[in-house]
């Protein structure tokens, strides 16, 4: 994998439009964005754009839909800092600029033809929700396809209608745990890596996807090697606080990778000997 060569056209600033906002948890809220020139944000999956706001400053920000949606894009934001709090007071009709995509997303083309096993821990849904979906909306392009999903409580689960019809799909295999359970839950409880051994899969036509919180993910890469995949196949997106989005300031400065540009997607092959990786 590649780094990203920086375009000209991504130091611009694009006024955009918010056409949906909306609460999803406590914390966390989802957002559809129009870009004002009509045109896509023509993202790869695992990409993120810098929003910007006048005097709230500049975050990063994954995009959560997939490049087959061209009319608009979708955010989730959680209220974190002073621009992300300043987020979440907008709604519908609200204005804010954007700049990207940025970043090296996760590698369409290797993926095509092969198996996929997805690995979504907490918040890691909402990047990885951008693959996932592409993948349901060019399903023929792709073996068989494995979702697996941990999140702390029920009520902290996103996008709950959408990962309800993939557990309907009949082409995709979906499974779902908590850490806590309540009483109207009726699934697995327990961390995500015991949802790993009892899934089948051939090692070597399979990809796994790991997206989640730090501390998840020294232990899924685990149970992946223990199913035998390949450290090349085993991709992971990494969080880091990016600045400028651009590799300039090196906020975000992994070893002899920027974050921003360099990822934020890697294979585990490239970073398993990197103590600032995980």
Known sequence: MKRVDLKESEYIVKPATIIKAKPMTALEKFFEIELDSGASLDHEPGQFVMVSIPGAGDAPISVSSSPTKRSSFDLVVRNAGKLTGVMHRLNAGDKIDIRGPFGRGFPIRILEGNDLLFVAGGLGIVPLRSLINFVIDNR??????????????????LFGDEVEQWGQRLDVNFNCTVDKSDPDWKGNVGLITSLIPGVNLDAEKTFGVVVGPPVMYKFVIKELLNKDI?????????????????????????????????????????????????
Do not use: W
Request: aromatic letters at 8%; proline letters at 4%.
């Open 140 to 157: 023929r392009d792709f073996g068989r396809v494995n979702i697996l999903l941990g999140c702390k409580t029920p009520s902290d689960m």
């Open 230 to 278: 390949p450290a090349r196949q085993i991709l992971v997106s990494l969080e880091r606080h990016m600045k400028c989005g651009v590799g300039k300031c090196g906020h975000c400065q992994i070893g002899n990778y920027y974050c921003c540009q360099d990822g934020p997607v890697f294979t585990y092959e490239e970073i398993k000997d990197n103590i600032e990786a995980l």
